[in-house]
């Protein structure tokens, strides 16, 4: 590579188009009422419908229409009184009627936007990005190409199908081209992504699981001249399997434009497809004869006629949008910027909110998720969310430690209990028998015993030599196994020998 | 016992007289006698018509209280799925199939406890209308057996004629029950579009195809109509809305001061001088029995075949595409090395025949990039003229009436190369399907000229199919009054027929 990122902005403006297939994490599928779990058995979440056995019909799951409305709501968009289901006819041996239901000029959400912000040289700037449509559509089933190198179908031996994601439903966003970004744009679309995985996931409408593919990313990119307003030839990237290879995926076409561009040539209109491990693209089927979809309006689904009514109902029903609510959350908790990013990338805080809600102090709450739990999530390898620890446990032992009832050091070895499977907070006190001693007498007793065995020390401490009271201190703590609470130790100490804290 | 009408058969039933069994046996007896000749069966059930027939004299021993068809029998139509019994739509593609689930229809027939003999012969996927195109060879007329019985669905209104069955289902997209019931003197209705669900019915057009009953009277078909019908949610296009009184309306026949529109662009210029003689006559006697005449206007009639030859080939295009060896039927090719494309393409060469290769590349070119606004779209807009048509013409009228079709049958080979012919057969019944609307055809006697059957057709609005059933169940008995006797008892015997 000859170029560099900056001579490429230096000299050329990038114009993007995203399209985003979300999975819907509805129960059933789009047009028949199989399962939608994913990692069954081949072929056994099947049915006459999604086989397309002849004589099987479509019905339309309500829910999907419901998800996607929201997610149009959501997206800033018109939600069309009157939509249509098309076919998009191809031959291919993973999809059963060798045509998608889809939708084409009639889509049921419209013209919306995005705003994302990202850091710029000039500081934070907000991106708007324009929804063109919103529509609804089914997945394909699944070919496993065997034998041959690639895994693909050129040279493969033989393919297996399974049909098991044949008609889950899917939701197509695409957005209307997006100049202006300029040397922003791969992180732009990056946080576009990231945004809209956001949003979807407080709607609860889908898994958003990059890597299972429940959200997947196709990136167009083409290159003009600073300046022109005609529009290069674009590429289609595909197989982006998450938010770093967005931005990677966009960047190296960038690049790889930019060169062809340089060198007098050509660049192809085609589908790309992004390979992980080198952050290059490599060529798929060319788009340069366009393939005829043979499109027509769907004739064994009626029109899908949204009531005003339900959709206003529906918009009374969505969730703050996380960018929004994230700003309200960072202004109440008076958190600065840094520690704000640092919950998002570790991806706690709806786990910190919700420790919140239940009582706990923002600070205390924010320490153990993103302190004690995260480390012992990275010695585990595990994701946070994935440990055996809720926000309820979290706020209990907050507040156990709040009413003295904990130390800071018991209330690890219980979040460590929880964690390692032992039960409830209360179930692991109990079980391993942690308490604090706060019982004064007995603490007196010990503090007694503890000058008696230290008369030189004790001597030092009744002078005022108070940076003696530690090892006093220390042989309290040792005598009651180290259950009780250290400051309350040390205001007592020094009561008993007549000194107050200088 | 096989020439009684089925209300006969079922009262029969009811009173003790005769089982099921004995019935089913009498027309499986029939079926054995001359189905060699007519070919109206490319499956009988024997077994398992015997068993449901056992099973519903059973329930009747038993002082069930039953539908009231329950243990007479029924020719399937081979486009509707039956689980277990082979299903091939005429076709050498799904030979061997047999669907793992009942059609919506056929869910409804064993509901109503009728016997189903077996699947009928048709045009390969409903495409045709003289049966000829089937891939298992033709069914004959039994009024003629040189001449053909109508298609798509020649093989269940043959079966009725020829008293292999009392009762069939058929299928209409173009007129693919009412033209053969015209040829063969029987009676064919197709309800309302959404009236009797389409799961389970293989797609020919989507927007076009309705399955209905074919029976030899009209109340027959009225008893057949409501045990099929009614709203189902595995269609999203069937009507959510209570079925149309059919067979009050067939049992009181009723005609005083309904207006009965005659669609004038529907006769005249290429209708059979014997086809127009009956129609006049049948006006007559409606007249007579109170009926108002008028005469109505559709003048986008003409565009009506056209347009229908757009809309049903663009759609079986997309319709037939799931037919590519991958899952069921017929695979071809499938040697060491072979892509899945090549599978594909060999088996759809080898699996379909000749007509429904024309529709699937004429249907592909109407919907291709650049053609489709010119073809398609234009069809569509056809359609809605059609459907202003009819709207205008049910403000002057109740129902419309025309010829079914413009000739009686004619002979098998005659038409075969010249699909233009072929097609002017359903010029008549077509409008009906563009509109959704519903339609019949009765008998109305014989062609002087050639003694063979002319049909009557009846066409009533969306969802008001009782009007077709009033008309017709008024015209059968004018014409019984007139004939002394059913049209069919002076059809030819046929060889070792009962």
Redesign the interface.
């Known amino acids: 590579m000859s170029l560099t990122y900056d001579d490429v902005v230096a000299k050329y403006e990038p114009v993007l188009g995203l399209e985003v297939h979300v999975e819907l994490n509805t129960k059933s599928k789009m047009f028949c009422g199989c399962s939608t779990i994913f990692g069954a058995e081949p072929n056994t979440q099947t049915c ?1 419908v999604c ?10 799951n309500e829910k999907a229409i419901e998800s996607t409305i929201k997610i149009g709501l959501a997206l800033n968009c018109s939600i069309a009184p009157f939509s249509r289901f098309a ?1 998009k ?1 191809y ?1 291919y ?1 993973d999809m ?4 998608q239901i889809s939708q084409y000029d009639e889509p049921i959400c419209v013209n919306g936007y995005v705003d994302v912000e990202i850091e710029t040289d000039e500081g934070p700037k907000v991106f708007r990005i324009e929804v063109e449509r919103v529509h609804m559509e089914e997945d394909t089933g699944k070919s496993l190409h065997v034998g041959g190198a690639t895994g693909r ?1 050129h040279g493969a031996e033989y ?1 297996l ?1 399974d049909y098991n994601r044949a008609g889950i439903p899917l939701v197509e966003i695409v957005t209307k081209i997006v100049p202006g970004t300029g040397k922003y744009a791969p992180e732009v679309a990056k946080a576009y992504v990231a945004e809209l995985r956001d949003i979807l996931r407080s709607l609860g409408v889908s898994d958003v699981k990059m890597e299972q593919g429940s959200l997947r990313c196709d990136a167009n990119v083409s290159l003009r001249l600073i300046g022109s307003d005609v529009l290069g030839t674009r590429s289609e990237t595909k197989n982006v399997n998450s938010l770093r290879s967005v931005e990677r995926a966009i960047r190296g076409e960038m690049i790889r434009h930019a060169e062809r561009l340089n060198n007098g040539e050509r660049v192809v209109q085609e589908t790309r497809h992004f390979q992980e491990d080198t952050g290059l693209t490599r060529s798929g089927r060319s788009k340069e004869q ?1 393939e ?1 979809y ?3 309006p769907e ?4 029109p899908v006629a949204p009531d005003a009514a339900w959709i206003e109902q529906l918009r009374a029903t969505l969730p703050e949008r996380p960018s929004i609510h994230r700003k309200r959350l960072q202004e109440q908790w008076a958190v600065p910027d840094k520690e704000m990013s640092a919950m998002i990338n570790a991806d706690v805080l709806d786990v910190v909110e919700a420790t919140v809600a239940l009582g706990a102090d923002p600070a205390k709450a924010r320490g153990w998720w993103l302190g004690e739990i995260s480390r012992i999530a990275n010695e585990k390898d595990v994701a946070i969310k994935d440990l055996p620890i809720a926000a309820s446990d979290v706020a209990e032992i907050v507040a156990l430690v709040n009413a003295g009832d904990l130390t800071d050091k018991l209330a690890r070895q219980v979040v460590e209990g929880v964690i390692a499977g032992e039960g409830k907070p209360a179930a692991v006190i109990a079980a391993r028998g942690i308490k604090v001693v706060n019982d004064d007498s007995a603490l007196m007793a010990a503090i007694e015993r503890a000058c008696a065995g230290q008369p030189e020390t004790t001597q030092k401490v009744r002078d005022g030599h108070l940076p003696a009271a530690g090892a006093l201190i220390g042989m309290v703590m040792k005598d009651t196994k180290g259950q009780a609470d250290a400051a309350k130790v040390r205001a007592l100490l020094l009561a008993h020998l007549g000194q107050s804290e200088g | 016992m096989i020439r009684n009408s089925a209300s006969e058969m079922a009262s029969k039933l009811a009173s003790g007289e005769i089982t099921s069994v004995a019935l089913t046996q009498a027309h499986l007896d029939q079926i054995s006698a001359v189905d060699k000749d007519v070919h109206a069966f490319l499956h009988v059930d024997t077994e398992g018509a015997l068993a449901q027939a056992a099973a519903v004299d059973a329930k009747r021993k038993s002082g069930e209280k039953l539908s009231p068809l329950a243990g007479v029998p029924l020719a399937l139509k081979d486009v509707m799925t039956q689980k277990g019994i082979p299903t091939t739509c005429g076709s050498k593609i799904l030979e061997g199939w047999r669907p793992p689930y009942d059609s919506t229809v056929v869910v409804n027939l064993k509901k109503n406890d009728i016997v189903i003999l077996g699947k009928t012969n048709m045009d390969e996927f409903a495409m045709g209308s003289s049966t000829e195109n089937s891939a298992y060879g033709p069914t004959h007329n039994p009024w003629d057996l040189t001449r053909i019985p109508g298609g798509s669905g020649g093989g269940s209104a043959a079966s009725l004629a020829a008293f292999e069955a009392p009762l069939a289902i058929g299928t209409d997209t173009g007129g693919s029950i009412r033209q053969p019931a015209a040829v063969t003197g029987t009676v064919g209705v197709k309800p309302t579009y959404g009236g009797v669900s389409r799961y389970g019915l293989v797609a020919f057009s989507s927007s076009l195809d309705q399955a209905g009953p074919c029976a030899r009277t009209v109340l027959d078909a009225a008893l057949l109509h409501e045990a099929i019908a009614g709203h189902d949610p595995k269609d999203s296009t069937s009507i959510n809305a209570p079925v149309p009184a059919v067979v009050a309306a067939a049992k009181s026949g009723n005609v005083k001061g309904l207006k009965i529109g005659v669609v004038k662009e529907l006769n005249g210029d290429g209708y059979q001088k014997g086809v127009r003689t009956r129609f006049e006559e049948s006006l007559e006697l409606l007249a007579a029995a109170g009926a108002e005449i008028v005469e109505v206007s559709a003048p986008n009639f003409e565009y009506a075949l056209a347009a229908y030859y757009l809309i049903a080939p663009s759609e079986c295009s997309s319709n037939l595409a799931r037919f590519d060896a991958m899952r069921y039927g017929l695979r071809v090719g499938d040697s060491e090395g072979a892509s899945a494309e090549l599978v594909m393409n060999l088996t759809r060469e080898v699996g379909f025949g000749r007509e429904v290769k024309r529709r699937i590349i004429l249907g592909t070119y109407a919907l291709s990039s650049g053609y489709y606004d010119a073809y398609y779209g234009s069809a569509q807009k056809v359609r809605t003229l059609i459907t202003q048509d009819f709207n205008k013409a049910f403000e002057k009228a109740d129902v419309l009436v025309s010829p079914t079709c413009p000739t009686t049958a004619f002979k098998i080979g005659e038409k075969a190369n010249d699909p233009l012919a072929m097609y002017l057969n359903d010029i008549a019944t077509i409008p009906v399907n563009m509109a959704g609307i519903g339609g019949m055809s009765l008998p109305s006697g014989v062609a002087e000229e050639d003694g063979l059957p002319v049909g009557f057709q009846i066409m009533s609005p969306v969802m008001k199919d009782d009007r077709m059933y009033s008309v017709g169940a008024a015209l059968e008995a004018a014409l019984l009054s007139k004939w002394g006797a059913p049209l069919l008892s002076t059809i030819p015997a046929l060889a070792g027929s009962k």
């Open positions: 006459p086989l397309a056995l002849p004589g099987a019909l479509p019905t339309v076919r006819n031959f041996p059963p009627k060798n045509f179908i393919s199908l366009a005829d043979r499109y027509f004739p064994d689904l009626v």
